[in-house]
């Protein structure tokens, strides 16, 4: 795909973060106010850069010499913040961006939030930056950060409660108050935040485009985003490429996800807040962590920055308290791990150890272990030894934050790591911030609760499959196909193009009279089924247009005479083409395989199980088209169903390898007909046992009204 | 239900957590020893009993006068800390008991937990609790304290990492080291822990008669527990029924969830890990919070400390970032909370306040509002006044840490809460310990996420749901009925025992002959089914022995013959009965309804969805027969699957009473055959529209062996 190369013009964002000369409009001599705050914060991070306050009432500014315009200034700059009320922001900005200025960040809010007339001055901002080399941030956000540069343009008055220690770690918000709120808490917690970029209203930069910066951006291992919904498909799907192309793990979190949530996004932003069931599924194709929640983003982001990412899901869990190695094993299967068990020579050795432990996994190694050390150290061994682990959890609680424990404990993980640096060690330890902090630097992440340790495990892994994936996420776009009909299609003709496309349909014939439907009936093999043939009736089994399991030339001589005399009723300006008779099809496993145009996506896929599994459960998954067949693997494997399809009590495993072939094809028409589909229905498509393919019985297709 | 009356042999564990005097068995001088530790935890907590540590050994231990036996302390002991090896266990609780002790704690390990030698050795330890007044704690197991006496009975050196603070909160472990990880994670918390108990391998006292202890407990508010498995079913109900009955919350962590977490319970502990649903069923039934990990069980128990329980799932939800009001409302929606809209007036009066926040619910009053605080009283005043709202969660992140902010704020909220105590107000707040105590002190939880803040109120709510219910959660046994057969029963008859028990069955008739299966089908009326009927063929289906949907008496003759025909060859040695002839039942939701004798708590009854609901998703709920219509209520609605018979997408919504009264009339007879009954399902039972009732079309009953 064209979209996945990084626009070149994204370098345009390095004079935003890296500057060498900042000026600020609206500059204040009160350190907190919000036009002072920045050059406060900048100061007493020891940024080295320039600072230029604009202030046209004063000649100094928190003693620094203050200037009466952007145009008055001695040099070139490379960021101007903007904190100037909101009526006077178009005209400043326009001003910065006579003034050569290379970015500008605008603090102000009253903009698009905030109705019409808002809406009005932010597309006068945009105009700015699309027809000015300089870059927009906000309006209406918070500001942005290179902690490591001491840059702070931003007024978050979470710098004073925190000031950020830099790291590998990118983040970007939306929203500048949810985004101070994740800064503070990640400093707290260690994670070092380099850069920090909250968006705002987003008449020019955005989310997905900061994300494609970060991923570029060489001190950058882990990508942190908030949003609130995205507009630009084609930068957010380029940034995300590439960030899984780089091996570095984007942790999104985008709200919004039960329908009253999304009625708040509505009034709360101008944004378009797509399905959420899609994001879900634009997620999982880019190998994005979808974090629900504050803490899980951060417990995620945090084990990332420590760059381990296991290569399978195979988790070895070791317990000072038998309870815990239970409930870390619960959470390990609940989550997806395998909980493997050693091999029965490791299990002898550990029970040699041990006499009283549990050496199964997971491994009891209890408390006794701390009485003598090196029953730690053997322990480790042995399970690393084995090398079926990928990943090892370990809880030590407060035994290991102990002043005479830390000592020993992290030498034997140190060891541990470097004999078996790509196996991953994660801890649950209870200790104050400097013993953590001995943990960590011997390379374990260092979790207070077990059951979060193991579940990092798993978002690492996934990670892990990820990145070792060879093909696109989203394919390139398949060349146009013949453009589909302007006229509502009937289900006949429906079949014919998708069958064209290579989607298995049900044989039938479509007959105009009674007889003709006997000879095919006889043709095909009784029983058959007779179907109502007309453009115009979508509801054919509630307007009595269907007759199924018919036996006998008679029973089909019938049923075509009342059918189509009940149609005639029904719709009595219809135009019915006749009926379509097909052969029964009984065995198998029904599903559903759909394209919708999402607003922000354009077309994706929906793969789902029929009946109340996609009804009631609401059991269905989404890919944005076209994909090749891996992912239509992984997506059907999303379903809560999915045990159906691989055979479960004795039941036969279904044709999956057909299932991905007709999804992925299904994506590959759906993006040959971008534009002209306003959705497509295979309901219901029969799956049958392995290696005999699958039916679909009855489609749909809408094209997009022009 | 009589068991539900505590035991008053209970009040015999007052002496092990109010003790005046104490005896250490194996004291040791050493005070970083087992048996050193816990007389320094006592002397550095100013512990105001008498210690007496015995050691033959030595004349003083840590500057006290040792004595050389239990035989020779100069006044009666509450406790005795016994802290010998293993092999001289045995012995030495005999000589406490024969002294009178009214209390023993055993540290040491080596019982149960290491196989057969050892079991015998607990099993002496059992006799003499059995035997004696003294009741006993462990063996293997941390000891026991009470913080607010400064009493540690304990090794555990979780209390050098944080000395427990007294609260209101009681706090049982089966583990040790977990008991000891969560006292230190809650005292870090800022949570009172006022007793602790570890009952390790429960030779006597056991989690359930603590949790009862606790109950009755004046100082006691909240109760936390953790166990891998229970014992005895009839002081876990009496504990918990006496618990719910004086309002005071359970949160209990039972590990063996999955699988795999079972598997290593049994091979940790000598307990039995009932079927885990199960479990979740009891919990349900009783009003207990199951928690899934320490930090869901510790945020639940620290909100509850507060209490205030809301009487309603309705919550109003604010926040200075309209990203987190939607990222709350979400977490709400998804955990089964109410985000009700504002009334239009207070909707109005919001809008007329703040013009650019959201005043909907969530209410988004933006970061603006912390530059006059005014808006804050303001909102939060037209939210309580609007008295929809039983919580509200309130996010401020660091914005209300800021010093200038705690005094004016935490005011509101005081005034707010004399105001509205029945109110819970939860505040999402990132600060320092002492700013958080600023907003504790005046009755508000406190979260650092505001997801977690969410779900507890979720937890609340439910508390407030079950305290206020009037029905015994397990109801007493009804009078026994006549007694099963002990031969296998027929599905004729099981149909006339349940039939009779007072669920209804499909009209049927049993029907010797071909003639007579006309006949009956002439009397019920075609279409009709036909079935083998024989006590010894269970699989009916599988074996061709039954024909549905006849719709002719010559229909009804020839499957007479067909199926009587394939019984006898694929059963020779069956007795065969002829066959049952019964109306067919078409329409309605396919349900199963079952019982089971479960290890631990007898008598359960199980409800399920028919098919893949059971079979794919597992998606049934338990409960302990015998219980009451209103409990089967709640049981439904636990499936996932309930939106199927509630009525969803047009479909009727089905009898859902009708399904209650089979629910409670089969808990009756399940619990009037205690003993008797392995195994009963119903399946499938056809549930008809409202007000139509339901049939069971088919009936096993299975006899438990002699």
């Known amino acids: 795909m064209a979209a996945i190369e990084p626009r070149p013009s994204e370098d345009t964002l390095t004079p935003l973060l890296h500057p060498s000369t900042v000026a600020i409009i609206g500059a204040s001599d009160n350190p907190t106010r919000i036009g002072g705050r920045p050059q406060r914060y900048m100061r007493d991070a020891g940024f080295g850069g320039r600072i230029y306050p604009v202030n046209p009432h004063r000649d100094t500014v928190q003693g620094l010499t203050a200037f009466a315009s952007i145009g008055d200034l001695p040099e070139p700059i490379d960021i101007a913040i903007i904190a100037v009320p909101a009526p006077a922001v178009v005209e400043t900005t326009e001003a910065c961006a006579a003034a050569h200025v290379k970015a500008a960040v605008i603090f102000s809010a009253g903009f698009a939030e905030t109705g019409d007339d808002g809406g009005r001055h932010q597309a006068a901002l945009a105009a700015v930056a699309d027809t000015t080399p300089m870059r927009i941030v906000g309006p209406n956000c918070l500001g942005v950060y290179n902690s490591a540069l001491g840059f702070f343009g931003t007024f978050t008055s979470t710098i004073e409660a925190g000031r950020p220690k830099p790291g590998r770690v990118g983040l970007v918000s939306q929203s500048g108050a949810y985004g101070s709120h994740l800064s503070l808490l990640a400093t707290r917690r260690g994670i070092g935040i380099r850069f920090w970029v909250t968006t705002g ?21 882990v990508i942190v985003a908030y949003a609130e919904g995205v507009r630009d498909r084609d930068r957010l799907f380029a940034s995300l490429a590439l960030a899984r192309e780089r091996g570095k793990p984007v942790i999104f979190q985008k709200v919004g996800r039960t329908e009253i949530g999304a009625d ?15 994001y879900d599924g634009v997620f999982r194709q880019f190998g994005v962590h979808r974090a629900r929640d504050t803490e899980e983003m951060l417990d995620v982001a945090y084990a990332a920055t420590f760059g381990t990412f ?13 309870g815990v190695g239970v ?10 791990l395998e909980v493997t068990p050693m091999s029965d020579a490791a299990q002898a050795r550990l029970k040699a150890l041990l006499p009283f432990g549990s050496p199964r996994n997971p491994v009891d190694i209890t408390a006794q272990a701390f009485n003598d050390l090196s029953l730690v150290t053997a322990n480790l061994d042995v399970m690393l030894e084995e090398r079926t682990y990928d990943a090892i959890v370990a809880f030590f609680t407060f035994v290991a934050a102990a002043k005479a424990m830390v000592d020993p404990i992290s030498e034997t993980l140190r060891a541990a790591k470097q004999r078996h640096p ?13 013993i953590v902090r001995r943990y960590e630097e011997v390379g374990c992440p260092v979790f207070e609760d077990p059951a979060r340790a193991v579940r990092v495990v798993e978002a690492l892994s996934r990670f892990s499959e990820a990145f070792a ?23 006949h003709e429906a079949k014919l ?34 179907k109502i043939a007309s453009p115009n009736i979508l509801h054919k089994t509630e307007t009595g247009g269907v007759e199924l399991d018919l036996g006998t030339a008679d029973d089909v ?24 008779v097909s052969r029964m099809v009984t065995a198998g496993v029904e599903t559903i395989l759909g394209v919708q145009h999402d607003p922000t996506f354009g077309p994706v896929v929906m793969f789902g199980l029929g009946g109340i599994f996609v009804e009631t459960l609401k059991d269905v998954s989404f890919r944005v088209a076209p994909f090749e067949d891996d992912e239509a693997h992984r997506m059907m494997r999303e379903l809560t169903g999915f045990p159906l399809l691989e055979g479960v009590r004795g039941r036969q495993r279904c044709d999956l390898d057909a299932v991905a072939a007709a999804l992925s094809a299904l994506s590959r028409f759906a993006a040959a007909h971008t534009g002209q589909l306003e959705s497509a229905e295979l309901n219901p498509v029969v799956v049958f046992e392995e290696g005999r393919g699958l039916l679909a019985l009855d489609a749909l297709l809408v094209p997009k009204r022009p």
Chains 1, 2 share one sequence.
């Open 201 to 221: 209203n987003e008449c020019d930069v955005d989310v997905a485009e900061t994300i494609g910066w970060l991923a570029r951006h060489p001190d950058i291992s």
């Open 264 to 278: 708040a996004v509505r009034s709360h932003t101008a944004s378009l807040a797509g399905s959420d069931a899609v």
């Open 310 to 322: 296991p290569a399978s899901r195979r988790v070895g869990l070791m317990s000072i308290s038998g």
């Open 327 to 336: 409930q870390m094993a619960d959470e390990a299967v609940e989550c997806g």
């Open 422 to 434: 790509d196996c991953l060690l994660v801890l649950s330890i209870v200790g104050p911030p400097e």
């Open 469 to 491: 994936r060879r093909t696109p996420p989203v394919g390139p776009s398949p060349p146009a196909l013949a453009a589909l009909p302007a006229a509502p299609i009937g289900e």
């Open 497 to 530: 193009i998708l069958a064209a496309a290579g989607l298995p349909m049900v044989e039938e014939q479509l007959c105009a009279t009674a007889d003709e439907a006997v000879a095919a009936a006889g043709a095909l093999g009784f029983p058959v089924a007779l």
């Open 557 to 580: 001589s019938h049923a075509f005479a009342a059918v189509t005399g009940r149609a005639r009723l029904a719709a009595p300006d219809a135009r019915i083409d006749g009926v379509l």
